[in-house]
């Protein structure tokens, strides 16, 4: 049976595949600090309990993580685990007790590694095609009455003449008209819903399966809604220093303050434009 060790080195790039090169190299810090811990690096990956889990969030809380922090390190483990048992080396992944988190003072959004193992859930559930639009979601910024519009008289998709797909909305909820542009992953989800994704949709089986996964990567917490999604495409435009009213027109925000509660102010952005004037 494979070590613990041996399986990170081994299946790190499909662990995380699609994940930024800076995402995957902080998860596997993560993962060395877990490693180190108590020998666990060395351990069979069928040897692990909930209890060894348990003891290295005891450790890390010993230390001064809080529990936020101790969730990003439960996100990387799940996600070695996960990957365990769809590869078939294990029967089951040891059960991650999740820290209880309330953020405050910012708009909730899935980190990225939020968003991997949001995303692999609903792949490997019965309603896997709510997996699609999740990604549609967080590629674009759309709600989910606008998703659940494209391919109806609402809502129609064409192709530009340099081969890029857009939704077109007519109606939207301040009742603007408004074209959203799709990149390979948003377009592939649509595609995966046939074009029409109110074709595949059910309250009872979408919110059912949502509650599941919200139990068990959030403790529960409500304020995981499927909203948080336009949130988190909101929160990665402005890390990758988008203009704020170029955001505010992708996502359809009649009010640019509306916008600019996503707008973080980082200092390597802020040093990089003090560096531009001098050009």
């Known amino acids: 049976m494979i070590r613990l060790v041996e399986f990170i080195d081994q299946e790190a790039e499909r662990i995380w595949d699609g994940a930024s090169r800076k995402h995957l190299s902080e998860s596997l810090v993560k993962l060395d600090r877990f490693c180190a811990f108590a020998g666990y690096g060395h351990k069979r990956m069928s040897d692990f309990a909930p209890k060894d889990l348990h003891r290295f969030q005891d450790h890390l809380r010993a230390v001064g993580l809080t ?6 390190y439960n996100s990387a483990i799940s996600m070695v685990f996960g990957h365990a048992v769809d590869m078939e080396y294990i029967d089951k992944a040891p059960k991650i007790k999740w820290m209880k988190v309330r953020r405050r003072g910012r708009p ?13 859930f609903f792949r490997g559930h019965q309603q896997s095609w709510i997996e699609h639009f999740f990604v549609l979601a967080v590629n674009t910024g759309m709600r989910l009455g606008e998703i659940l519009k494209i391919g109806t008289e609402d809502a129609f998709v064409d192709q530009d003449k340099d081969g890029r797909y857009w939704v077109h909305l007519l109606t939207t909820k301040n009742g603007d008209q408004r074209d959203v542009p799709l990149n390979t992953k948003a377009y592939a989800a649509l595609v995966a819903l046939d074009m029409r994704p109110i074709d595949h949709w059910s309250h009872r089986t ?4 949502w509650k599941e996964m919200r139990e068990r990567f959030f403790s529960g917490d409500p304020s995981v809604v499927f909203h948080v999604t336009r949130a988190t495409a909101l929160t990665n435009m402005a890390e990758r220093g988008t203009n704020p009213y170029m955001m505010s027109k992708f996502v359809g925000h009649r009010d640019i303050q509306t916008t600019l509660r996503y707008v973080k102010g980082k200092q390597s952005a802020l040093a990089k434009i003090a560096d531009d004037l001098l050009d």
């Open 108 to 120: 909730k959004h899935f980190s990225e590694e939020e968003v991997l193992l949001i995303s692999r």
């Open 67 to 72: 529990d936020n922090t101790i969730n990003h």
């Open 206 to 209: 979408f919110y059912n399966p």
